[in-house]
């Protein structure tokens, strides 16, 4: 099926919504959120020639617009490299017993796809991220939300190795759990 291109003075309005929300919820930042998309829709007006109508337009910018979200996360990460916030080191004996389980009752957690579908778990979830440092939070995004492959982040964030990705990864999933144990888990039955 071959997909016609809609005009572009219309893409704005057909598709800025769209192209908004899924910026701001990679960058959480409204200002970065609006650039991008500017710089998303410029980059399609000039590459328009290039559409084969393969994809819908909608998902061909947004396709434009993952590799914008991607290279405003290399700047920054070139721009103004941070080290791992010490907040979030944290001893294994907070949340693991001598066998090395964990120490919380994880049978609350047995039904994740019922809490995905409640905004509100989403709306708790985005405050959690947003709770991390803007690096930390950047790595589990491009990861587990846009699920792009462990080498490439590590190119993009400029992280040094593998190693030290899934060390920032481990850590960013216990301080997502935890924060999540706290504020929603512990109070909702499920």
Known sequence: MTHEMSKPEQWLGLYGDVLYRYALSRVRNPDVAEDLVQETLLAGIKAKDNYAGQAAVQTWLIGILKHKIIDYFRKASREKTQEFDDRFATEEDDYFDQQGSWQIDLSSW?????CLEQEQF????????????????QLFILRELDGMESEKICETLSIST?????VM???VRVQLRHCLDLNWFGKQEL
């Open 169 to 171: 990864m481990s850590r």
């Open 162 to 166: 593998l190693n030290n990705f899934w």
């Open 122 to 137: 989403i709306e708790v979830l985005q405050t959690c991220i947003d709770r991390l440092p803007p690096r930390m939070a």
């Open 110 to 114: 047995s039904k994740p796809d019922k």
